[in-house]
């Protein structure tokens, strides 16, 4: 039998194959080593030192972490909301430099909903000063539209400025690159750092929306307004960045506006109708937990909203906003 | 006698399990680097990317168009936007995907405001889809549940600050800072000078609108999906229609084929999606709807393919009046392929 097998491939032959497996194999490699790049691609930027964003956050304090206040005047419910976390004056000293961060990404009038109302930003600059005797109020935020437009359309600029804040626009040189320790997509990414590093205290404030790609904005996306760049490619993976934004941003207070939420055709919206009446706003020191509350307001389960648990699993706050025991009140 | 097994010799052995392991090795170097994927030194070039602009160059042409719809006792409040698939999200953020999904090519965006009042100020979006079908997709797709018709168009509606209306391959928004009598007399105005001046091809439709029954059809309720109806990968171009009878709400649905044997890969590619997800096989009193009536928990789903269609309901509540109206669709479905057939 094997004498059989032998004739039908003799040395010759193997030698033969070999051989031409062999050239093949060389081809390749040498054809390999001619295309290889040792250098792989062209650094994109110049080398430089990365930044990490301060940690604003307070000290928690036992069943006074998340507030919700039922009302549809909007600086009475987060005057309400804030003074049931132990006031203001928990957040802010006497003397302290604070940044608030509204989501302003479109030039928007305020009544649609794709940005934070004017009124909020206001009344929160107003009690920063009058109640916490802040040295300095900023508003900033850098918008996906011409930034002075955005803030102006939205009224945000206007109000802040009345209530004494200075607004902050975005300039070039206020992008310093970041990497985000144990993060996936925020690596050697260039974002909105030279306002923070003036603030003692910040403060993120925004209204809840329907989103089309993320299902949800909310207080943990409105950090997405910190990243500079062409932004819009981690839209590809919007649940890992909210996340990790969550991550890199640890704020004093947020505050989710759920008095008029925007239901569908998010996150621009443009009509009236895109909004329902849910008279509900949150102050919380744990975004998370704000944001599992808010996608309630949506009609949505936090199941719904994968960022959540991943933010939640990344040790950036709680999913589940009942353990924190919210304070709950309602003002006429 | 089959042919002899030829014995493998250890060299041979050796060889291919050297060939495996540098597979293996190249596997295990392309995996381990995909998942330290670092965006801003691979795929994208930081250093040259821009940051937001706002509004990006405009286009002459776009601004002269745009500039010439300026209503009466109107101005221009800024510059022509124009923006293409690459930097609508810098316009419209998170939204830029549902366009660019559907064939997107251009949006050129104009603000006016009233010379008497400057909070009177309404912003103009016209999105080139490239097709009709596109425009009518993300037109449909994001249509107000209170919108309430508008003007002689067959598509167009308002709600209290906004107008919204399809014009050949063109999507127009235009949505006012307030609700205001002044400031949509002015946006009914930059609509009959868009229907005038933007030249459309007069032939373009949407031949499957025509297809829906028309008993009990609710009004503007048609909607196209151009990709991933109902979650399904396979139903693409699908219309659906909403219906009122015997009290229900049901919603049908259809999506013309290249040829029937498509059609019939596609129902059937839908019906094992269904039941892959869940559904479970219902009885039916039609006999022409056997084997095509699922539960979906607790929803009925009917698919069926006629010559060159994939048609059925979506999500019904009541079995009965989805089978009635699913018989409507096939016969109405059936008699087009007839008289196509006739001619």
């Not at chain 1, 479109?106 to 005797?133: D, I, K, N, Q």
């Not at chain 2, 009965?320 to 087009?336: D, G």
């Amino acid at each position: 039998m094997n004498e059989q097998i032998d004739k039908e491939l003799d040395r010759r032959e193997f030698l033969a194959r070999a051989g031409k497996a062999g050239i093949s194999i060389a081809a390749a490699g040498i054809a390999s080593y001619l295309l290889y790049d040792s250098t792989g691609p062209a650094a994109s930027i110049e080398a430089q030192d990365p930044v990490t964003l301060p940690d604003f956050s307070v000290p928690q304090i036992p069943a006074q972490t998340m507030s919700v206040v039922k009302g549809y005047d909007r600086a009475k419910t987060v005057d309400k909301a804030i003074e049931l976390l132990g006031g203001i004056e928990r957040f802010v000293k006497l003397g302290e430099t604070v940044a608030i961060k509204p989501n302003v990404a479109f030039a928007s009038p305020p009544m649609l909903g794709a940005t934070t109302r004017p009124e909020l930003v206001a009344e929160v600059v107003r009690l920063c000063y009058s109640r916490a005797g802040a040295k300095q109020v900023y508003v900033t935020d850098n918008p996906i539209n011409d930034p002075a437009s955005c803030f102006a359309l939205s009224g945000i600029g206007k109000a802040a400025g009345q209530a004494g804040a200075k607004v902050i626009l975005p300039k070039d040189n206020f992008f310093k690159y970041t990497t985000l320790t144990g993060g996936k997509l925020i690596r050697n990414w260039p974002i909105f750092y030279e306002p923070f590093t003036k603030i003692d205290k910040l403060i993120g404030i925004a209204p809840v929306k329907h989103h089309h790609r993320s299902g949800a904005s909310m207080t943990m996306k409105n950090w997405y307004g910190l990243l500079g760049g062409r932004r819009n490619i981690f839209h590809q993976d919007i649940n890992t960045i909210i996340a990790e934004l969550a991550m890199m941003v640890k704020p004093t207070l947020v505050i989710l506006d759920g008095t008029q939420v925007m239901m569908t055709n998010g996150p621009t919206g443009g009509s009236i109708s895109d909004l329902r009446r849910v008279d509900t706003l949150i102050a919380s020191c744990d975004m998370v937990a704000a944001d599992s509350y808010g996608c309630g307001l949506l009609g949505l389960k936090v199941t719904d909203l994968p960022y959540l648990t991943k933010a939640h699993e990344a040790g950036a706050g709680t999913t589940d906003f009942q353990s924190l025991k919210p304070i709950l009140a309602t003002v006429s | 006698m089959g042919p002899a097994r030829r014995r493998v010799r250890r060299p041979e052995s050796a060889i291919s399990f050297c060939l495996l392991a540098v597979l293996l090795f190249i596997g295990l170097g392309v995996f381990i680097k995909q998942s330290d994927f670092e965006m801003a030194r691979f795929g994208i070039n930081v250093a040259t990317a821009e940051l937001p602009l706002g509004e990006s160059e405009e286009s002459k042409d776009d601004q002269t168009a745009l500039n010439s719809l300026v209503p009466t006792g109107f101005e221009t409040l800024s510059k022509t936007g124009v923006y293409n698939p690459e930097n609508l999200y810098e316009k419209i953020n998170g939204k830029a995907p549902l366009y660019t999904e559907s064939g997107f090519e251009k949006l050129s965006t104009q603000r006016y405001v009233s010379t008497a009042d400057e909070s009177l100020w309404a912003e103009l979006y016209v999105y080139d889809m490239g097709t009709v079908k596109n425009a009518f997709s993300v037109y449909s797709v994001q249509r107000r549940a209170e919108a309430e018709p508008f003007g002689p168009m067959r598509f167009a509606y308002r709600t209290a600050n906004a107008l919204y209306l399809v014009h050949g391959k063109y999507y127009v928004e235009l949505v006012g800072s307030t609700e205001s009598a002044e400031l949509f007399r002015a946006m009914a105005e930059v609509t009959r000078k868009i229907r005038a001046n933007l030249t459309i091809d007069p032939n373009a439709g949407i031949a499957e609108l025509a297809l829906f029954p028309e008993e009990d059809f609710v009004a503007g309720s048609v909607k196209l999906y151009l990709v991933n109806a109902f979650g399904s990968e396979g139903l693409t171009d699908t219309f659906t229609a909403r219906y009122k009878l015997d009290d229900e709400t049901v919603a049908a649905f259809l999506s013309r084929r290249s040829d029937p044997q498509d059609a019939q890969a596609v129902a059937k590619g839908y019906y094992e999606f269904l039941i892959n997800n869940g559904a479970t096989s219902k009885q039916t009193a039609k006999k022409i709807l056997e084997g095509k009536v699922v539960d979906f928990y607790g929803t009925t789903e009917i698919v069926f393919d006629t010559g060159p269609f994939v048609a059925g309901i979506h999500e019904a509540e009541n079995q009965q009046a989805a089978e009635k109206l699913a018989e409507r669709l096939l016969n109405k479905l059936r008699e087009v392929i007839n008289s196509a057939n006739n001619e």
